[in-house]
């Protein structure tokens, strides 16, 4: 493994330089960054977000993540822009290793894992699943892919104690991301090992008394009650929880995945290609579509579990054996003595193509984003959220609701400042709790006629909320403390 990889990890830094350009750069505080950024200050000063904390708690509680990256900050010193930049680079250097790895074994020459590689930079949504194989930020769910798929490859190695050991540190960045994987990982396990098969069944059983513990008093108490028409109505514009409500181009794009892992699998049967683990590693993916089936039951029901854990993104895992499938089918395909030159051909066209498309999308599609921003950019927004941090960390502040899209960051990421709503990212979290879900909800309502509000509204916010500061473009009669360019910062409280 190491003689193989190591000449290979030249290849690296073209795949994470493609992977950031396909996402439309690398970028500190965007995006799900909104909630875990927030959630790791907490972690290096708990005085941060006294009023927010209730709201993130509601995911925070489910994982180590915070406290994970919260760690490693306080031990290596590094402030969070450096640390999660880094951990963005790692992310994507796990994810080409595993791609690495996992073409050594199923391709016949060197040529097509680079293709894989090059195919896995192509940065795309997995369809209605609320989730990119690869992201433009640092998040703690692509790591623990990143992590998920280096295991993939240590069981086709039959290196079950580093496949165990990787997927424990997953788990502590992102619990569902690793149940998929797991759940893959334990099925192929089952049918590779026929010796280990009863030793399987009785750790599961013996599993039994820790899911009930968790139901009951754990971390996922109160999660098997059911979701009322009120609490389904907050999350109605998330429309990646429900795949029953699903168009039908996701059921196909989707359901798609299993027939091409189906075909490859049975054309490189017949071809006699397949490599030894291969057979248990294509049925361990495809048993997550019972998974997927158990939850849509539950879906219908309602159960809020079923809703919460996202079930729709076991497709990710199918899309990733797929794209591996896809990519041996077009640099080698169904040959007993496949090509050294097509395989050659196939890695060039298909890195020819990212090329491209990263090369559109950083210079057509968003001309005036660098290939990395790990930092909140030195601008008009970045300037008010650096007055703002000056503040007091008790200050409660009142933006646009939809100032994270607008700007770039939130105010939670740029201010480190609690914000009256966020929606991108707290709609989302109303799903792990109905309280929030309804506070959301009716704060989005506050704000629904934001661009005409005047010194009178905003001030009745500030008394009802307790809100100190407003951020706007508009001019208002109101004491202003802060100005850059067109935007301005407002006192509204007392």
Same mark, same amino acid.
């Given at each position: /493994? ?7 990890s030249?290849f690296?830094?073209?795949f ?6 396909n996402?439309a750069?690398y ?5 799900? +960054?909104a909630f ?8 290096l000063?708990?005085a941060l977000f006294?009023?927010?904390t ?7 509680q489910? !994982?180590?993540?915070?406290?994970t ?18 951990l963005y ?5 796990l994810?080409?290793c595993a ?7 199923l ?5 097509t894992?680079?293709a894989?590689?090059?195919a896995?930079s192509l ?6 699943? *609320? ?6 930020y640092?998040?703690?769910r692509?790591l ?10 240590a ?6 104690? /580093?496949?165990v050991?990787l ?5 502590l960045?992102?619990?569902? !991301? !690793?149940?998929?994987l797991?759940?893959?990982l ?8 026929p ?8 750790a599961? #059983?013996?599993?039994?008394? %820790?899911?009930?513990?968790?139901f009951?008093?754990?971390p996922?108490?109160?999660?098997l009650v ?11 514009e998330k ?6 409500e ?8 989707n359901?798609?995945?299993a027939?091409v892992?189906a075909?490859a699998?049975?054309l490189?049967?017949?071809a006699g %290609? ?9 049925a361990?993916?495809l ?6 089936g158990?939850?849509?039951i539950? +879906?219908?029901?309602?159960v809020?579990?079923?809703? +919460?854990?996202?079930p729709?993104?076991v497709?990710?895992?199918l ?5 591996i ?8 395909g169904?040959?007993?003595?496949p090509?050294?030159v097509?395989?050659?051909v ?11 498309? *990263?090369?559109?999308? /950083?210079?057509v +599609?968003f001309p005036?984003r ?10 008009d927004?970045g300037?008010a959220m650096?007055w703002a941090?000056?503040t007091d960390p008790?200050t409660g ?6 100032h994270?899209?607008?700007y *770039?960051?939130?105010v939670?990421?740029?201010?480190e ?8 990212k707290?709609?989302?979290?109303g799903m792990?709790?109905?309280? /929030?879900a ?8 506050q ?9 009178a ?5 500030a008394a009802a909320?307790?809100?100190d500061?407003?951020? !706007? ?5 109101l004491?202003?403390v802060?100005?850059?360019g067109?935007?301005r910062?407002?006192? #509204?409280?007392d």
């Amino acid at each position: /493994m190491k003689k193989f990889l190591l000449p290979s990890s030249f290849f690296l830094l073209p795949f994470i330089a493609l992977a950031t350009a396909n996402a439309a750069g690398y970028r500190f505080g965007a995006s799900d +960054q909104a909630f875990y950024e927030p959630s790791v200050l907490r972690q290096l000063d708990p005085a941060l977000f006294p009023r927010d904390t209730p709201l993130l708690n509601t995911q925070a509680q489910l !994982t180590f993540a915070d406290e994970t990256i919260g760690a490693i900050a306080r031990l290596s010193g590094l402030r969070l822009p450096a640390l999660f930049a880094a951990l963005y680079v790692l992310t994507l250097a796990l994810i080409g290793c595993a791609g690495l790895l996992l073409g050594r074994t199923l391709f016949h020459f060197p040529a097509t894992s680079l293709a894989l590689l090059a195919a896995m930079s192509l940065r795309h949504a997995i369809a209605r699943a *609320g989730t990119n194989t690869l992201e433009g930020y640092f998040h703690p769910r692509q790591l623990a892919f990143g992590l998920g798929a280096l295991a993939v490859a240590a069981f086709m190695h039959r290196r079950y104690a /580093m496949q165990v050991a990787l997927l424990a540190a997953a788990a502590l960045l992102h619990p569902t !991301t !690793t149940l998929w994987l797991a759940i893959w990982l334990y099925v192929a396990a089952v049918v590779a090992e026929p010796r280990w098969r009863l030793a399987l069944g009785v750790a599961a #059983i013996a599993a039994l008394p %820790l899911a009930w513990w968790a139901f009951a008093a754990g971390p996922l108490r109160g999660r098997l009650v059911t979701m009322d028409a009120e609490w389904l109505a907050a999350l109605g514009e998330k429309d990646y929880l429900f795949p029953l409500e699903w168009p039908l181009h996701a059921w196909v794009l989707n359901l798609g995945y299993a027939g091409v892992i189906a075909a490859a699998w049975r054309l490189r049967a017949s071809a006699g %290609l397949l490599r030894p683990r291969e057979t248990a590693l294509a049925a361990g993916c495809l048993a997550l579509l019972v998974v997927f089936g158990v939850a849509l039951i539950l +879906q219908s029901s309602r159960v809020a579990l079923a809703i +919460q854990l996202q079930p729709g993104r076991v497709f990710w895992m199918l899309d990733f054996l797929a794209t591996i499938y896809l990519v041996w089918l077009l640099a080698e395909g169904p040959r007993r003595m496949p090509s050294a030159v097509r395989a050659a051909v196939a890695a060039g066209v298909i890195a020819l193509f990212s090329v491209a498309r *990263g090369l559109y999308i /950083m210079r057509v +599609q968003f001309p005036d984003r660098p290939l990395a921003e790990v930092a909140i950019r030195d601008d008009d927004w970045g300037r008010a959220m650096a007055w703002a941090r000056s503040t007091d960390p008790a200050t409660g502040w009142l933006a646009h609701p939809l100032h994270a899209a607008r700007y *770039g960051t939130s105010v939670r990421v740029a201010a480190e400042r609690d914000v009256f709503v966020e929606p991108l990212k707290d709609a989302a979290l109303g799903m792990y709790d109905r309280t /929030m879900a309804i506070r959301t909800r009716d704060r989005i309502a506050q704000l629904s006629d934001f661009d005409n509000m005047n010194p009178a509204d905003a001030r009745r916010l500030a008394a009802a909320y307790d809100l100190d500061f407003l951020v !706007t473009e508009r001019a208002l009669d109101l004491p202003m403390v802060f100005v850059s360019g067109p935007l301005r910062v407002y006192r #509204i409280g007392d």
